[in-house]
Every structure is written in C-alpha cells, then in structure tokens.
C-alpha cells in the first residue's frame, strides 16, 4: 500500500484547501479526507500513513483529548494540528501533549506549506506562544487511557453506576479508577478533576487553578 497523508476535518471546503498544500509537499503521496475522528482511525488502522492532519473540533471530537489518544495508539505518526482557535494556550498544549505542528486555520495556504514543509524535514511548527509547559497537562497525560475515559464520563455529570455500565466494568473498578486518577492529578474532588480537565477544551476559557 501506497503512504498515505490523512486530512481529518468535518468542513469539505477546507479539506480540499488542506489537500491543495499537501499536494505540494508530499507530491505523489495518497491523500485521504476524513469527516470525523473515528474515520480517520479507521484509515490509521489500515497502516502506512506518513502525517495526520487534524482539526480539534469535530462531530465526535471535541479538544485536546482526540490528540491524546490518537498520540497513545500511534506514537510514531506526527499529527499536525489544523484549528481555527488561535489562542496561544491551546498551541502550547498540542505542542507539550505531543504534535508535530499547530496551523491556524486563519493562515495563507502560503505558510500551511511552509509549515507543512518543516514537519515533512522532521522540525516542529508552532507559533511562538511564550507559554511554559504546564504541569497540569502533563498530570492529564500520564493517565492511563481507562482512567481518561473515565475522566471524560466524570466530566459529563455520570455517576459510578452509570461509568460503570457504561464502560461494561464494576461499580469497583470505577472507584479504584477515579481514585488512582485523582491522585495523579493531585486534586482532592470530582469537581476539582473537571475543572482542571477543562484545559483540553479549545473553545471556552479555563481557571488559572483547579486546586485553588
């Protein structure tokens, strides 16, 4: 099977953009379109893929947590990160949380090639933030990806019971869980973890401190 570049954003008009300036950089490679997360793993699961492009905000994605797992599942793949959030913070997460490149969907098709261009050659792509890694998104990245799924059913208001029937597991394992996430997040309340878990998201502000 031929390499492949994988463009994952739910807006065609963009997508056809995307796939313009990785035609320039990757001349000859097979290039996929994917509307949704679950599209593109499903291309990812099929190997041979030499970049993915993605937009945080999707259907059946919404923030840093897609960037994450797909990070977990494929370590060796360098993800670009398309946005059309520009605030500084959220390039720095995706930069600390493992891409290979933060675009602004706002940018000419001009600098997504050069930014492409770089990360082709192996060099990172982000604009200058200024930002300082963040200890608390590093606590996140070090959960398990059973103990971010719970965090992310926590986060929809589910109570054990539910987590737990949910994710076809114990009323136990769930606590056991919660518990063991909790402490890798240094937070002492499900309200705290929520709040501190709110760095994910790229379209809302979040608390300078969730253990404040």
Partial sequence: MASRIVIADDHPLF??????????????????????????????????????????????????????????????????IVSASEEPRVAAAAAQLGAAGFIPKSASLEAIREGLAAVKRGDGWFPDTGAEADDDLARIASLTPAQRRILGAIRQGLLNKQIAYELAISEATVKAHITALMRKLGVASRTQAVLLAAKLDVDQPVADSARA
């Fill in 15 to 80: 997508r056809s953009a995307l796939a313009h300036a990785v035609g320039k950089v990757w001349e000859g490679f097979a290039i996929i379109e994917a509307s949704s997360a679950a599209e593109a793993r499903a291309v990812l699961a099929e190997g041979a893929v030499e970049a993915l492009l993605l937009d945080l905000h999707m259907a059946d994605s919404s923030g840093l947590s897609v960037l994450m797992d797909l990070r977990q599942d494929h370590p060796a793949l360098p993800i670009v």
